[in-house]
């Protein structure tokens, strides 16, 4: 089992920038591939990025291509999403998720395990 812990969120202006963390507890963490999500009120979870359990591939969505990187530390069990260029559509509450799927996953329900979610608001 995998506990994910997800932290560094907060307010930005646009076109600011924000890194977040997701601190996984078990030795087993460099076995899952990575993914994140983000949730804005009255909308569904929508897929962010996705990272192999080597780090050797990612995949994005178009949304945040070319503005947001996701890397990983297995040596320290975390998972990063660097976010640049922040804009207001992309306030939300935004969740890290593993999973044992090696294929890139985009659905929520190809992930095992949730961190309890981190809040970014992006004003204008």
């Known amino acids: 089992q995998v506990q994910l812990v997800e932290s560094g969120g907060g307010l930005v202006q646009a076109g600011g920038s924000l890194r977040l963390s997701c601190a996984a507890s078990g030795r087993t963490f460099s076995s899952y591939a990575m993914g994140w999500f983000r949730q804005a009120p009255g909308k569904e979870r929508e897929f962010i990025a996705h990272?192999?359990?080597?780090?050797?591939?990612?995949y994005y969505a178009d949304s945040v291509k070319g503005r947001f990187t996701i890397s990983r530390d297995n040596a320290k069990n975390t998972v990063y999403l660097q976010m640049n260029s922040l804009k207001p559509e992309d306030t939300a509450v935004y969740y890290c998720a593993a999973s044992t799927i090696v294929v890139v996953t985009t659905a929520p329900m190809g992930y095992d395990y949730w961190g309890q979610g981190t809040q970014v608001t992006v004003s204008s």
């Open positions: 990272i192999s359990w080597s780090g050797d591939s990612t």
